[in-house]
């Protein structure tokens, strides 16, 4: 059997997203299929929903919901399949078969037989102006006899976070810099309500929490999580840290740590629990205690 050629660019970073939108959103046309009828607004919210809820009954059972309530069934989700096709634009990693007629994403998920789910769209022929120029098709597998008969033998490719493994784990023999002027000038209402109005106790919990913290790394690598930001795109190695301030022995917040050429680390923000979830679990799903959908306490410190 022969198989088509495929249009599959490697760059580091395309230009311009490779010439694909910046969004998923706006790269393919999500259309409703179900039998209630909606009013016009609510078609659009409610195909991406039906989308994700497909995707997720393909994949490997994983928790996307979390503890914050949303409009969206699947908040977890929603944001990690934009944020994967987002990366895997810039990667210039959206396989596209040479006649132009079908396109393919890896979700990087798997299935319970550990297949690879992709997305499968084909070009929109609309004639209207201004719309998405591909057309959702579905949510397949590696053993899809589209995906087989359009991609063949070089499946489309997973997006990648790193450049090395290196940059997964936290290196603690380097300097933390901490940005306290943006952590706290500009994201102090992120910070619990008795810390929130007072500038000057939370610079004092941030640093003694970020002190206890580095000595848990010590002892235990995996508390420090390897994440990916969209806006940082490829400023090298980013680490998600926990932060116990208010000294409840669990997590309130994330410090967000990116490396800073061969000097050092830079905590640059926070994020919610929430938040820091989104991001780590684009790299890989967390394998720590107190970074989960639902976040649980730390822990006594290990002193």
């Known amino acids: 059997m022969e198989y088509p050629p495929v249009v599959q660019q490697t760059s580091a970073l395309a230009d311009s997203f490779a010439g694909h939108p910046s969004t998923i959103r706006n790269f393919a046309f999500f259309s409703y299929r179900g039998d209630e009828r909606l009013d016009t607004s609510d078609l659009s919210p409610r195909a991406w929903s039906d989308a994700l809820n497909s995707l997720a009954e393909l994949a490997e059972p994983e928790e ?17 399949v934009r944020y994967t096709y987002q990366r895997l634009a810039m990667e210039n990693k959206i396989a596209v078969t040479e006649d132009g007629e079908y396109a393919a994403m890896n979700t990087g998920l798997l299935t319970t037989y550990a297949e690879d789910v992709f997305g ?18 579905r949510w397949a597998t590696e053993s899809d006899r589209d995906i087989m008969r359009h991609f063949g033998t070089e499946p489309p490719m997973l997006a990648e ?62 508390l420090v999580v390897p994440q990916w930001y969209p806006k940082l795109q490829e400023a090298g190695a980013q680490f ?38 989104t991001n780590a679990r684009l790299v890989a799903r967390p394998d720590s205690e107190w970074l989960k959908p639902q976040a649980p306490d730390l822990g006594p410190a290990d002193m």
């Open 120 to 137: 499968l769209f084909q070009r929109n022929r609309s004639t209207r102006s201004n719309v998405q120029p591909w057309f959702f098709q």
């Open 240 to 277: 998600l840290m926990p932060l116990d301030l208010t000294g409840s022995d669990s997590a309130d917040l994330a410090l967000v740590v990116s490396q800073v050429g061969d000097s050092g680390y830079r905590g640059h923000t926070v994020l919610t629990l929430e938040m820091a979830y």
């Open 161 to 222: 976070y790193v450049t090395a493994a290196a940059d997964l784990v936290y290196d603690w023999r380097r300097p933390l810099k901490l940005a306290y002027e943006h952590i706290l000038g500009d994201n102090l209402d992120r910070f619990p309500p008795e810390l929130a109005g007072m500038p000057s106790r939370a610079r004092a919990a941030l640093t003694h929490s970020v002190e206890l913290t580095l000595k848990r790394v010590r002892r235990n690598y995996k």
């Open 64 to 80: 996307w919901t979390g503890a914050v309530p949303s409009a969206l069934p699947r908040p977890i989700l929603d944001s990690y």
